[in-house]
């Protein structure tokens, strides 16, 4: 290793301790972030719900399983609708069940929900033991009830 090396690995990458960021920290709305954590049975299966809203994405976890599954990208997109005037949405699987059609419209109905309140692409991790209409129901109305976006 290089002397040079050394000295460029022993010094410190900031002088700011994180009380000092806090505190010169000029975005107050967004910082710290404002994540909510909500867990309740869902027909009869613990189900835990995770809204966090960065500055450029709203992340929303969905498990009955303690685990992120499938991660979701959605977002609206810009300037196009659809024939009745509604806005068209664009959902992508990034990681986890691609054939999954269930999960798929998961993903399209809660991006379109949280695209009644934000522009904000959307990061969706899904995770699900119970599919069913009544649970789809219930998270449905338990998103429309805890936004923190």
């Known amino acids: 290793m290089l002397d040079d090396e050394e000295d460029y690995l022993r010094e410190p990458v900031s002088s700011l301790s994180l009380e000092d960021t806090l505190a ?34 709203l992340f929303i976890a969905i498990t009955q399983t303690e685990k992120l599954g499938t991660l979701f990208q959605a977002y609206k997109t810009s300037g196009e609708m659809t024939a009745s005037g509604e806005p068209n949405y664009s959902v992508t699987t990034l990681l986890g069940k691609r054939d999954d059609d269930i999960l798929n419209i998961y993903a399209r109905q809660i991006i379109e929900l949280v695209g009644e309140k934000t522009s904000k692409p959307l990061i969706l991790a899904l995770a699900l033991q119970d599919s069913s209409k009544p649970t789809f129901r219930a998270i449905m109305e338990i998103l429309s009830s805890n936004s923190v976006y």
Request: charged letters at 20%; aromatic letters at 8%; glycine letters at 0%.
């Open 24 to 57: 010169n920290s000029n975005d107050s709305k967004t910082f710290p972030l404002r994540t909510q954590h909500v867990a309740l049975k869902v027909n009869d299966v613990h189900t835990e719900f995770i809204i966090t809203p960065f500055s450029d994405h």
